[in-house]
């Protein structure tokens, strides 16, 4: 084992041990202990969803706010060069631990490639690394999951498929330190591509081609790719979240529970649905989206969605 691996083991082992801990002894620092929130429920919060409000030196009393209002995890966003909005990862860790907030997830697009690249076989490698160094940098937060949420440039089936064959290296390389690969969508996966096609067609009725979400589920290795998905994008791609997460149980084990605005209030969504099949298939872990992010009511939107979701029987 060479020494780098050796390190990231001993790092996963390490959080993985912390992980396995009385909830009393895992409470780091100061704070307060990060468990489920005083109904019982564990809260997770894509921290994408607070926008400006939780950058540079907001960082360390938004994260206490995010505790008190129920928020028990969150899924970090604004990774670039060894650093979260700024913050390098070894701050940002103690400052989650301080609050009693558990870091679960952080997403992140490989940013090697020109614009409009597509994935090939020629920039493999520069994405492989773009992972390993990614994973090293993500190892010091003892995180269980990474997740890209962007599209790949892909006009047909064999650009989809590259970029399945891509994700299985993303996920041998996080794998490495114990770390899982994830994959999110938004509404363009759920369009279809044919085989030297030209494009995505997102026409629901579109009969020819295969949806690209598909062909990531069933053509990436289960042992190194999992699914998150994001339920609101999935119904404006013309599709019924329930049936994706029933069809594909063992995959999609991470959700973004995302409405038009704040949650429930569009009436859109089904949420209780949602999660009762998804806790049915044994997964438990979601994170709160909201995408509007420059509102300057984001704290206000992140509340009203977490006291919607302590206020609901099905959660
Ligand atoms: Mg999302």
């Known amino acids: 084992m060479s020494s780098r691996r050796g390190f990231l083991k001993q790092v996963s082992l390490l959080s993985l041990g912390a ?6 002894t895992f409470a780091a620092g100061k704070g307060k202990k990060a468990k489920k929130s005083a109904k019982g429920k564990m809260l997770g919060l894509q ?3 607070l926008g400006p409000e939780l950058q540079g030196d907001k960082v360390a009393q938004g994260l206490v706010r995010l505790r008190e209002m129920g928020y028990g995890c969150i899924e970090l966003a604004g990774y670039n060069n060894g650093k979260i909005s700024g913050i390098p990862m070894a701050e940002y860790k103690k400052m989650a631990d301080d609050a009693g907030i558990i870091i679960k997830s952080s997403h992140m697009n490989p940013n090697v490639l020109g614009r409009g690249e597509k994935y090939s076989r020629e920039n493999m490698g520069k994405l492989r690394d773009f992972w390993k160094r990614a994973t090293d ?33 993303a996920g041998e390389e996080t794998k490495k330190a114990g770390i899982r690969f994830g994959y999110h969508n938004h509404d363009r996966e759920f369009g279809k591509v044919v085989a030297g096609g030209k494009g995505i067609d997102m026409n629901r009725n579109a009969r020819d081609g295969r949806r690209i979400e598909e062909v990531f589920i069933t053509e990436t290795d289960p042992d190194k790719v999992l699914i998150e998905l994001d339920v609101y994008w999935t119904v404006m791609g013309g599709q019924d979240p329930v049936e994706w997460i029933n069809k594909y149980a063992d995959r999609i084990q991470l959700l973004h529970i995302k409405d038009r605005l704040v949650l ?46 302590l206020g609901s029987k099905f959660v």
């Open 137 to 169: 940098d993500h190892a010091i937060l003892g995180l269980p999951y990474m997740v890209q949420p962007g599209l790949p440039n892909i006009s047909c089936l064999e650009d989809a498929q590259m970029a399945a064959e891509v994700f299985n290296i």
């Open 264 to 309: 429930g209030q569009s009436g859109m969504m089904n949420f209780e649905q949602i999660f009762k099949n998804f806790y049915a298939n044994g997964h438990e872990t979601f994170f709160v989206e909201i995408e509007d992010t420059r509102s300057g009511k984001q704290f206000e939107r992140v509340q009203t969605s977490a006291e919607y979701l």
């Open 47 to 49: 921290t994408y969803s």
């Open 19 to 24: 992980m396995m801990l009385p909830e009393t």
